[in-house]
């Protein structure tokens, strides 16, 4: 997909925003339809402000159904029919989908005591990272509470977030 100016953004419709933007936010394009409330936007600064904001205001229910939409790391070998385009590219990135049986078996022992501790799945920025960096900041973050780990999991969210808008949206 070719990127859009500012411009270019704040005359979609309704419609076309979301389906341009609803990939930013894994599996919830109600957050690029409540952006949509706040165009035009002034800046893209101000656009990636927007989308936070309406993640740091959605209330807890919200915020965990947000961080449940995203993937397990590493599942099923790095093969995922859940996976959105934009998460598929991401793991892969990373190196997600070409997991040794003995890195997915590490995977898949911390995800499942990850998910057990916070009841929800372990989210990183997989693109700022790797598979070795991932599996050591899962073992390190299993000693986290659930309030510090809510509140990390958003934050990456949003670096996700960030990342695809920059994709999307010419600076």
């Known amino acids: 997909m070719a990127q859009l100016t500012l411009d270019a953004v704040?005359?979609?419709?309704?419609?076309?925003?979301?389906?341009?933007?609803?990939?930013?936010?894994?599996?919830?394009?109600?957050?690029?339809?409540?952006a949509y409330d706040f165009h035009p936007f002034t800046s893209f600064q101000a656009m990636k402000k927007i989308f936070s904001d309406i993640i740091q205001?959605?209330?807890?229910?919200?915020?965990?159904?947000?961080?449940?939409?995203?993937?397990?790391?590493?599942?099923?070998?790095?093969?995922?029919?859940?996976?959105?385009?934009?998460?598929?590219?991401?793991?892969?990135?990373?190196?997600?989908?070409?997991?040794?049986?003995k890195e997915y078996d590490q995977f898949k022992r911390l995800n499942d005591a990850y998910t057990a501790r916070f009841r929800m799945p372990f989210v990183i920025c997989v693109r700022q990272a790797n598979k070795n960096l991932i599996l050591d900041?899962?073992?390190?973050?299993?000693?986290?509470?659930p309030e510090a780990e809510l509140k990390t999991a958003l934050e990456h969210i949003d670096r996700i977030a960030d990342l695809r808008l920059q994709d999307q949206v010419m600076l």
């Open 137 to 145: 900041a899962m073992e390190k973050r299993l000693m986290s509470t």
């Open 57 to 101: 205001r959605a209330g807890l229910e919200r915020q965990m159904r947000l961080v449940r939409a995203h993937p397990e790391l590493g599942h099923r070998a790095g093969i995922d029919p859940e996976l959105s385009p934009e998460s598929t590219l991401e793991q892969g990135q990373a190196g997600l989908d070409r997991l040794t049986q």
């Open 10 to 34: 704040n005359q979609l419709s309704r419609g076309s925003f979301i389906e341009c933007f609803g990939g930013i936010y894994e599996h919830s394009p109600w957050i690029a339809d409540k």
